[in-house]
Nanobody, 122 residues
Framework: LQLVESGGGLVQPGGSLRLSCVAS????????IGWFRQSPGKEREGVSS????????NYADSVKGRFTISRDNAKNTVYLQMNSLKPEDTGIYYC????????????????WGRGTQVTVSS
């Protein structure tokens, strides 16, 4: 399974971005997807995840109420809608996939994309 992220960019505080994670390869609909981010000098942290069916989602406390994860299995795509962005949301955002619903535990994810840069600054 190969994953490609897009949708990152520079946005002012309070603004919005929608990230996309497009998968190629077999059985995308059987994989849970997670979004992770890494800022300079910090460990990669879990942001949000969604089960293979889309029925279960998880969010880090820092993004609850501001970010929404969703998926369209017909398009092999997972989205992360990010609203009310803050400077501390800056980082490289990665999507990852696994056959099991691993929530926000990055050590459990097997497939990773290369990331997309999100910068929140005035």
């Amino acid at each position: 399974l190969q994953l490609v992220e897009s949708g990152g960019g520079l946005v002012q505080p309070g603004g919005s971005l929608r990230l996309s994670c497009v998968a190629s390869g077999p059985a995308f609909s059987y994989h849970a997807i997670g979004w992770f981010r890494q800022s300079p000098g910090k460990e990669r942290e879990g942001v949000s995840s969604i089960s293979s069916t889309g029925l279960q989602t998880n969010y880090a406390d820092s993004v609850k109420g501001r970010f929404t994860i969703s998926r369209d299995n017909a398009k092999n795509t997972v989205y992360l809608q990010m609203n009310s962005l803050k400077p501390e949301d800056t980082g490289i955002y990665y999507c990852a996939a696994d056959r099991f619903d691993s929530g926000l535990d990055r050590s459990m994810y097997y497939y990773w994309g290369r990331g997309t840069q999100v910068t929140v600054s005035s």
